[in-house]
């Protein structure tokens, strides 16, 4: 009995053991934090000059390309992923953006087969300038949980900007994160983030931010927005602002963080308010789509909305739509 007992013993120290092991090298990153946020040039050569009086921005949350598997327990083939980027690449040559700025893209990971579609996106369509950040970079990701054939494995991913402008400056900021999760959850959970770039739109210096709320906890989301809303009206203060991303706050939901961005005459919408949840306006989920989660926002003392869309067309190569704006600058 006694050496029944010691055998247990050993094999649950063992399985402790291993799984600590795991646990630290699979939250371990693959490279340095100094590398997150970068700034590149494509080095292309784009004879067309943008506007230096109306920029065209698309907001985009491309999923990884992984349409409407996103998050399940699906593993599409690297055929299945070779054809979105086929896809997505033919409808954005259709809308030729000046701004290009995406969330949930992919930098070799291993879900969407080690392609960096930064590189891939950024050189097709044929953009000068971009800058990118990491949000999420762990050696293993265990997710989804069943089975582990479907698991992530080595995570690298984040947002991106695209442009023909001028990039003058460059910022990732982290935003707050979710103080319930368990220590465990929070290793392996991806950075929410905000990048900060400051363009040149002729002679008129622009900031734009691109930003990626959190998903799963109200009350985090809410802080989240409220902090980019008052950075936003700060720069607002000094220069042009333009602001869009996935903000994982339907207007609908309870205390939604959203609508806070509607109640200052400082900042305008694509979308307007009474306008919302309306036919046309609705960007999630791409099979059925039920909610509005993306959004261009504008500072109004600079910008006059001249034309705006849910790009729908885009079909199911992300579980997101695209959205588009056209806004021009007053003299």
């Given at each position: 009995?006694?050496?029944?007992?010691?055998?247990?013993?050993?094999?649950?120290?063992?399985?402790?053991?291993?799984?600590?092991?795991?646990?630290?090298?699979?939250?371990?990153?693959?490279?340095?934090?100094?590398?997150?946020?970068?700034?590149?040039?494509?080095?292309?050569?784009?004879?067309?000059?943008?506007?230096?009086?109306?920029?065209?921005?698309?907001?985009?949350?491309?999923?990884?390309?992984?349409?409407?598997?996103?998050?399940?327990?699906?593993?599409?083939?690297?055929?299945?992923?070779?054809?979105?980027?086929?896809?997505?690449?033919?409808?954005?040559?259709?809308?030729?953006?000046?701004?290009?700025?995406?969330?949930?893209?992919?930098?070799?990971?291993?879900?969407?087969?080690?392609?960096?579609?930064?590189?891939?996106?950024?050189?097709?369509?044929?953009?000068?300038?971009?800058?990118?950040?990491?949000?999420?970079?762990?050696?293993?990701?265990?997710?989804?949980?069943?089975?582990?054939?479907?698991?992530?494995?080595?995570?690298?991913?984040?947002?991106?900007?695209?442009?023909?402008?001028?990039?003058?400056?460059?910022?990732?900021?982290?935003?707050?994160?979710?103080?319930?999760?368990?220590?465990?959850?929070?290793?392996?959970?991806?950075?929410?983030?905000?990048?900060?770039?400051?363009?040149?739109?002729?002679?008129?210096?622009?900031?734009?931010?691109?930003?990626?709320?959190?998903?799963?906890?109200?009350?985090?989301r809410v802080k989240q927005i409220r902090f980019l809303k008052d950075w936003f009206l700060r720069e607002a203060e000094k220069m042009p602002v333009i602001m869009v991303g996935d903000f994982n706050s339907?207007?609908?939901?309870?205390?939604?963080?959203?609508?806070?961005?509607?109640?200052?005459?400082?900042i305008g919408a694509m979308c307007s308010k009474e306008g919302l949840k309306k036919d046309g306006t609705l960007t999630y989920p791409t099979d059925k789509p039920y909610e509005q989660l993306d959004f261009i926002f504008y500072s109004t003392e600079h910008f006059e909305l001249e034309d705006w869309k849910v790009l729908s067309d885009f079909g199911q190569?992300?579980?997101?739509?695209?959205?588009?704006?056209?806004?021009?600058?007053?003299?």
């Open positions: 009995m006694k050496k029944i007992i010691k055998s247990v013993l050993y094999i649950l120290i063992f399985i402790i053991v291993s799984s600590l092991i795991f646990f630290f090298w699979a939250k371990s990153p693959t490279m340095d934090e100094k590398d997150y946020a970068q700034i590149k040039s494509f080095d292309n050569a784009n004879h067309v000059k943008p506007s230096d009086s109306t920029v065209s921005v698309i907001s985009y949350n491309i999923g990884y390309l992984s349409g409407m598997t996103n998050n399940t327990s699906v593993r599409p083939t690297e055929e299945f992923y070779a054809g979105n980027m086929k896809s997505v690449l033919q409808s954005l040559k259709k809308y030729p953006a000046d701004i290009l700025a995406l969330q949930e893209i992919d930098y070799g990971g291993n879900r969407s087969y080690n392609v960096n579609q930064f590189d891939v996106i950024g050189n097709e369509l044929q953009y000068e300038n971009g800058c990118r950040s990491i949000n999420w970079d762990k050696t293993y990701v265990p997710f989804p949980y069943f089975p582990p054939t479907v698991h992530f494995g080595k995570m690298l991913s984040g947002q991106a900007i695209m442009t023909n402008y001028p990039i003058e400056d460059y910022e990732r900021v982290v935003l707050s994160k979710v103080q319930s999760h368990p220590y465990y959850y929070s290793a392996m959970y991806l950075d929410r983030l905000v990048e900060r770039v400051k363009i040149k739109v002729g002679d008129q210096e622009v900031m734009v931010f691109n930003a990626h709320t959190e998903a799963f906890d109200q009350d985090t339907d207007p609908s939901y309870e205390n939604a963080g959203i609508l806070e961005l509607y109640d200052n005459e400082k190569v992300s579980d997101h739509f695209p959205v588009y704006a056209s806004l021009k600058l007053k003299k």
